[in-house]
């Protein structure tokens, strides 16, 4: 079975800094992995998808990397601004998985102060 | 259609009574999930439809839980005789995929956050 896990669950940054979150995987056999944004109440916003080809994607101050052999994604942010508070959720769709269902780490709640 | 539209935003209700969620994916997506999320976690798979065939269904999904998607288009969870612990934000997606079609991304609505008093 499929086990996403995100270090750190909480993470509190001054405006400007550059931070990592992490993300792993139990089972390296993905179709893709994706990195959503939630703000307090509301539903998922689409970050980055990398496909399991792929090594890195970028969106802006957004780069995301995998490396499928060691189960690791992460997800880097450049010059975080308090706009950037929120929880930010990783999943990965298994190879077999036809009909996309997604499995979910438990995501990092962070916080960026001005 | 701007995106997948969840209806109601909130409910609250009294345990024992029955709800009913609704969800409108993009018009043009024929695949639809339902995801739940409970307080600090990430979102846990609940079923998914390909058109209106239902095609699979968690172990989280008890028998107090149904899903339909009638006419492939829109669908609705229902809830029988809620419990404390059925209280979390029900989230539904669309995307398409399958019968030869290319597959694409989940686009995820707003949730309908569930409160069970």
């Known amino acids: 079975k499929q086990e996403v896990t995100q270090i750190p669950a909480a993470l509190s940054v001054p405006e400007g800094e550059n931070l990592v979150l992490n993300c792993s995987f139990t089972d390296s056999a993905i179709y893709n992995l994706q990195w959503f944004r939630q703000d307090p109440g509301k539903g998922l916003t689409s970050l980055l998808l990398i496909q399991s080809s792929q090594r890195e994607q970028t969106s802006g101050r957004l780069n995301a990397s995998l490396d499928k052999s060691s189960g690791r994604s992460t997800l880097y942010i450049a010059a975080s601004q308090p706009g950037d508070s929120a929880t930010y959720l990783c999943?990965?769709?298994?190879?077999?998985?036809?009909?996309?269902?997604?499995?979910f780490g438990g995501g990092t709640r962070l916080m960026v102060k001005p | 259609d701007t995106g997948v539209s969840q209806n109601p935003r909130h409910k609250i209700t009294k345990r024992g009574q029955n709800v009913t969620f609704r969800c409108d994916p993009i018009?043009?997506?024929?695949?639809l999930y339902w995801y739940r999320q409970t307080l600090g976690q990430g979102p846990e798979f609940l079923t998914y439809f390909q058109n209106e065939a239902q095609l699979e269904k968690s172990r989280l999904l008890s028998d107090r839980f149904s899903a339909e998607r009638p006419k492939g288009s829109f669908s609705t969870l229902e809830i029988q005789r809620t419990e404390q612990g059925d209280s979390a934000m029900y989230l539904c997606a669309s995307s398409l995929g399958g019968g030869g079609r290319k597959n694409t991304e989940a686009f995820f609505g707003q949730g309908t956050r569930l409160t069970v008093v």
């Open positions: 999943a990965v769709r298994k190879i077999n998985n036809a009909g996309n269902m997604l499995t």
């Open positions: 018009s043009e997506h024929n695949r």
